[in-house]
């Protein structure tokens, strides 16, 4: 899973156009590619299924018994999935499965890389941005001051920053890092194929040194944790599922397991703005502060938890295109970057 299909050929198809139009073809033509067969689950090397009943149950009593809205509430204008259910079939693991495999018989036959989520343009944005980021948390944490070496210096600074892509897809966005001077890199995709592509892309274009594995986000098998954890196009594909609030939930679950102490995630959307990535951000740190009160506790740790939430925003790409829409400007893609305490 690596983001909303946006072909760069014709930016002005929409993610809604474009599930539509595979609604005809082969890949939701197919029994075992159908939405009632999906029961978002996998099969990787490690055995593992997302068919977990008690973590899905969690999930769903968290999100009934909060007073925040999920994310789909958040803008009323959206749109609605469409009644043949295009719109959530970008959420299905069978949708991707038979995306990558075309994509992997693209590149047997032709060479051919696969698509770039959200394009090139965005992808150098992001990348380039990440890392004078992390620059600049190393800095700090070296207390070194700004200066002309910090660029000559960037891949010192870098070397402590162990990286983790979230939906890899054809782990192009891992690519794009090491030549910015990362060099711990790793991604994971629930998708085999996408694995299987990614691997071979490294291979051929020369970072072999880039490990890819099959996981779910939702469901991982990661004993280890990031410094540096990137989503571009995530958590847009899994909002996208039938059962897209609870599975958020379950995404932040998880996502604040993997993230060091000190890291930061870095999620790039198209389907979220940035205040509505920050409102879903506060109502997870407010749902683990209530869980954290039901354990008897002093007053002072009680206020301890409310003033070290799990995630904390720290700042946003601000270089990205906008556009003015009924009084409000917005643009097309939002990176934004949080804090792990």
Known sequence: MAGI????????????????????DSLA??????????SWS?????????????RHADAAEALSSANFRVSSDYSSDKEEPDADGGQSMLGLQSYWDAAYSDELSNFREHGHTGEVWFGDDVMEIVTSWTKDLCVEISQKEMSVSDNGEVNDQADKYLSSWNVLDLGTGNGLLLHQLAKEGFSDLTGTDY?????????????????PNIRFMVDDILDTKLERQ???????????????????????VMYWDSVSKLVSPGGILVITSCNNTKDELLEEVENFNIRKSN?????SSSGLEAASRIDHPPFEYLSHVRTYPTFMFGGSVGSRV????????
């Open 226 to 248: 990031f410094k540096l954890v990137m989503d571009k196009g995530t958590l847009d594909a899994i909002g996208l599922h039938p059962d897209g609030p609870v599975k958020r």
């Open 191 to 207: 998708s085999e194929g996408a694995v299987e592509l990614a691997q071979h892309l490294s291979q051929r274009d020369g970072f």
């Open 29 to 38: 033509s197919d029994d075992d590619r159908s939405i009632a067969a999906d």
């Open 42 to 54: 996998i099969k990787s090397e490690y055995g593992s299924t997302l068919d977990d009943d008690q």
């Open 291 to 295: 869980i954290s009160g039901d354990v």
């Open 334 to 341: 939002a990176t934004v970057a949080f804090l792990r305490k």
């Open 5 to 24: 299909r946006l072909p760069p050929e014709e930016p002005e198809t929409t993610p809604q156009q474009q599930a539509r139009a595979t609604t005809t």
